[in-house]
């Protein structure tokens, strides 16, 4: 979620955190690409000392028009009178294989940032998968051991019955009359039994099919999340736009996506803020797959 801290005289805007030499975005808007000594990419608002970098990013002089100005959509649209109103438009939900999180535009050209947990969920033991459906798989024992003594009972009906049918065929005629209407409830009883037993097991071997559908669903879910390279972001009036996979920090709970070919709204990063005890903060974003929420607190403990 996107964290702002309100001053008495300002707005200053807090980020979560930024992906440091990684990762980061600068109050003029320069973003670059470079590889360090290792040979390893680095994205930085700051330009390299030496060695050959790409500026990725430039917003204060765009010369060529997006296809499309959301900047300009979704401020028209919504029309916010505060900074907090203002900041909602720059925040996103990712959508990804498994579930959605929230992010925000760095850049007016599509670079935003989310947690690394969103796009990468952390990788589940195979005791973990198996826990989230214990409950269910434990209900399902439950049932099948139900179903077994229901059908121990039902072998039992079945030998009662056939003894009595026995003892019913030997009788007179007039034996027979007298004791017809017990022999028949006793028919009905257990074909009554023997109905619901095979719907009892039935609805079991349905529950243990959709349990296990779901199992395979939520392992094949985690595994397209693992090696997404693209992502559905949307904009706060539910618009979606696609964004590309940019980097991963390997040291904080972030990572970069982009999304390109249209102008987008963004929050500038506060670079002389020092957060204070007691500074009201607002936390902006789309938790547990609620979208575009909006909530207040204050700093308790740096």
């Given at each position: 979620m996107r964290f702002i801290s309100h001053g008495k005289h300002c707005v200053v805007r807090m980020l979560l955190s930024m992906l440091l030499a990684s990762l980061a975005s600068s109050a003029t808007a320069e973003v670059y690409k470079y590889k360090d000594a290792n040979g390893n990419w680095q994205f930085s608002d700051k330009p390299p000392t030496r060695g050959t970098s790409e500026k990725l990013d430039r917003y204060a002089n765009v010369k060529s028009a997006p296809a499309t100005d959301y900047r300009r959509i979704l401020k028209d649209k919504f029309q916010p009178e505060s900074v907090i109103e203002a900041a909602t438009i720059a925040v996103v939900k990712v959508e990804t294989p498994l579930g959605s999180g929230s992010g925000f535009f760095l850049t007016r050209s599509g670079y935003l940032v989310t947690n690394k947990h969103v796009v990468r969920p952390p990788e589940l033991s195979e005791a973990d998968r198996e826990g989230k459906f214990l409950k269910s798989e434990a209900a399902l024992q439950r049932a099948r051991k139900n179903l077994g003594q229901q059908r121990l009972r039902l072998q039992r009906a079945k030998r009662n019955l056939d003894e009595y049918t026995d003892y019913f065929r030997n009788l007179g005629d007039g034996e027979q009359r007298e004791l017809r209407g017990d022999f028949e409830q006793r028919k009905k009883n257990y074909a009554a039994n023997k109905r619901d037993i095979r719907k009892y097991a039935a609805r079991i071997k349905s529950d243990t099919k959709k349990m296990n559908d779901a199992r395979n669903n939520y392992n094949r879910r985690h595994s397209n999340t693992m090696i997404a390279q693209q992502f559905t972001v949307r904009l706060k009036d539910d618009t979606p736009?696609?964004?590309?996979?940019?980097?991963?920090?390997?040291?904080?709970?972030?990572?970069?996506?982009?999304?390109?070919?249209?102008?987008?709204?963004?929050?500038?990063?506060?670079?002389d803020y020092r957060a204070r005890q007691g500074h009201e903060v607002f936390a902006i974003g789309s938790p547990l797959g609620n979208t575009d929420y909006v909530t207040s607190g204050i700093i308790t403990s740096l």
């Amino acid at each position: 979620m996107r964290f702002i801290s309100h001053g008495k005289h300002c707005v200053v805007r807090m980020l979560l955190s930024m992906l440091l030499a990684s990762l980061a975005s600068s109050a003029t808007a320069e973003v670059y690409k470079y590889k360090d000594a290792n040979g390893n990419w680095q994205f930085s608002d700051k330009p390299p000392t030496r060695g050959t970098s790409e500026k990725l990013d430039r917003y204060a002089n765009v010369k060529s028009a997006p296809a499309t100005d959301y900047r300009r959509i979704l401020k028209d649209k919504f029309q916010p009178e505060s900074v907090i109103e203002a900041a909602t438009i720059a925040v996103v939900k990712v959508e990804t294989p498994l579930g959605s999180g929230s992010g925000f535009f760095l850049t007016r050209s599509g670079y935003l940032v989310t947690n690394k947990h969103v796009v990468r969920p952390p990788e589940l033991s195979e005791a973990d998968r198996e826990g989230k459906f214990l409950k269910s798989e434990a209900a399902l024992q439950r049932a099948r051991k139900n179903l077994g003594q229901q059908r121990l009972r039902l072998q039992r009906a079945k030998r009662n019955l056939d003894e009595y049918t026995d003892y019913f065929r030997n009788l007179g005629d007039g034996e027979q009359r007298e004791l017809r209407g017990d022999f028949e409830q006793r028919k009905k009883n257990y074909a009554a039994n023997k109905r619901d037993i095979r719907k009892y097991a039935a609805r079991i071997k349905s529950d243990t099919k959709k349990m296990n559908d779901a199992r395979n669903n939520y392992n094949r879910r985690h595994s397209n999340t693992m090696i997404a390279q693209q992502f559905t972001v949307r904009l706060k009036d539910d618009t979606p736009l696609n964004a590309a996979l940019v980097s991963i920090s390997k040291k904080y709970d972030l990572a970069l996506l982009k999304v390109e070919g249209h102008s987008l709204p963004f929050l500038p990063v506060a670079r002389d803020y020092r957060a204070r005890q007691g500074h009201e903060v607002f936390a902006i974003g789309s938790p547990l797959g609620n979208t575009d929420y909006v909530t207040s607190g204050i700093i308790t403990s740096l």
